[in-house]
Structure formats: structure tokens, C-alpha cells
């Protein structure tokens, strides 16, 4: 099967990571900006890590041919930092490059007026930019985190389609799941969903819309957990077409939408040994 993992931290991997994700069928991922785990303490620093995001990590996926975009954002974590306050007015410089199909993540961690302040202005900032959002709902309150994401993005006039709430679960799904948002959801060992649970909100809900990322990151984490819930799809009955949907054509849908997806290289379907199929003959 292919994949493109939708949400993974790569910067927080190693080298074997992207060779067992290639050998995995993962063909293209999406790092969005992400807090690092170590307090950053101004604005340059970030520059540094958006310059690795967008220049770095490419090449480094593409040693094993995977295809690398990122999505650029002050996050909602260090939006509290008064000494990154000023990062709001270096991410519009990183909005414009090629391989940058959102902004993110967005939203909130603490639900804090800071974090109001800087969601709100990277939503407009997606506006002016005509890119789509990537949302972090917060991992406290989750319930009450996620609708108020959805008020914030209602507010912002930002077309509902282009924005995909992340991190959601069974208890937060209904809240997203007829507002015309994306829904996200991360596969993790310990924390958010496991690969048995996303199945069963498939069968429930379906596959329209539906992304599935690792969320890989510096924390106990497995990149390969895209895999996982493709091959738990599968020995639960869904079909090939319904796999492809979810682990390769809905996140290619939902960043095309930025008009910098280019997948040439990397959409050739596969069958399920992981093998791609030429097209035009043999």
C-alpha cells in the first residue's frame, strides 16, 4: 500500500526512521512546525528550524525517496513565550515557499488569550496566503479545546474545508464531523488512538474526510503506525480502494489544496506488497 503520512515530526527522527518508512510504502509525509521540547527563546531559532524545514528535511527524505512538505506556524505551546511573540511576523516570510502546503499547528494547548491572539492571526494568515490550516487541539480538556477551535475557525471566515482538526478521538469526533472540517487523527503507543480504535471510527463513520498520521515525534512514538492501521483496515475487511482513500488520496486531497503538492515522483499506485504498479505499460 502507499502512504503519505499526513502529520510526523521528522526532525525528530532518525536516518533509519525514513528508511523503514520507504520500505513501508511511505512515498510523502507533512512535518508541521511543532514545539521541540526545549523552550525556545527567540525568534531566530525558529527561523533556523523553518530554514530545516524547508530546505534540510527534504533532502533527507528524499535520500529514500519520499517526498517532504511542512506546514509553518508558531505553535500553540510557545505562544505563550513572550520572547517568541515576535515569531507572528517572521512565519508569513516561510508562507510563500514551495514547499510549504499549511499553516500549523494552529490552535491551542492552554487555552490561553495568547494562544486566542496567535490563533486567530495565523488563521487570517492562511487566509491571505490561500493555504489550508492544520489545527492542534489540546491534549487537556479536550472536549471544551476542540470547540472552541471550531468557534475560532467559524470566526475567521476561513472556508471550513481547508481546515483539518487534529488529534481527535471518540469523544471529540461528533463535534467535527458535520462542520465541513477535515478530521485528524493521531496513531500513538500510549496516548491518542491506537490502530483497533480507528478502525472502528471508520466503520462507524466512514472514510470521507478521515486523515490518518503517526504524529511521529521526540516523544514514544512509531512512524510506522500508518502502516499498522492500513494492514488493521484491511484484516478488518475494508478494501484496497478504502485504504487508498484514507492513508494516500485524502491527505494528497487535502494539501493539494495548497497548489504545492506535487507527488509525481511518489503517486504511482501500489499494490499491497508494497509494489508500485507502471503505468503506461511496462
Known sequence: MRIFDPHVHMTS????????????????????????????????????????????????????GIRHFATIALNPKEANDPRCREVLELVPRYLDKDAVVAVGEIGY??????????????????????????????HRDKVRGTQR?????????????RVVIDHLNEVTVELVRDTGCWLGFSIYPD??????????????????????????????SDPLLTLRTGEAMVAAGFGEDEVDRVLWRNPAAFYGQSGRLDLSDADAPADFAGNSIKRGGA
Open 13 to 64: 527522527r532518525t536516518t533509519d526512521d525514513y528508511e523503514a518508512m520507504a520500505a513501508a510504502g511511505v512515498r510523502a509525509v507533512v512535518e508541521p512546525s511543532f514545539w521541540l521540547g526545549q523552550p525556545r527563546t527567540s525568534p531566530g531559532s525558529f527561523a533556523d528550524y523553518f530554514d530545516a524545514l524547508i530546505g534540510w528535511e527534504p533532502f533527507r527524505a528524499g535520500q529514500f
Open 149 to 161: 477551535s471550531l468557534d475560532v475557525v467559524k470566526e475567521s471566515g476561513i472556508d471550513p474545508g
Open 191 to 220: 496516548t491518542k488512538m491506537s490502530p483497533p480504535r480507528m478502525v472502528e471510527l471508520l466503520r462507524r463513520y466512514g472514510t470521507e474526510r478521515m486523515l490518518v498520521n503517526s504524529a511521529a515525534d521526540w516523544g514514544r
Open 109 to 138: 494547548d492552554a487555552m490561553t488569550p495568547q494562544e486566542d491572539h496567535a490563533f486567530a492571526a495565523q488563521l487570517a494568515l492562511a487566509v491571505e496566503f490561500d493555504l489550508p490550516a492544520l489545527v492542534h487541539t489540546p
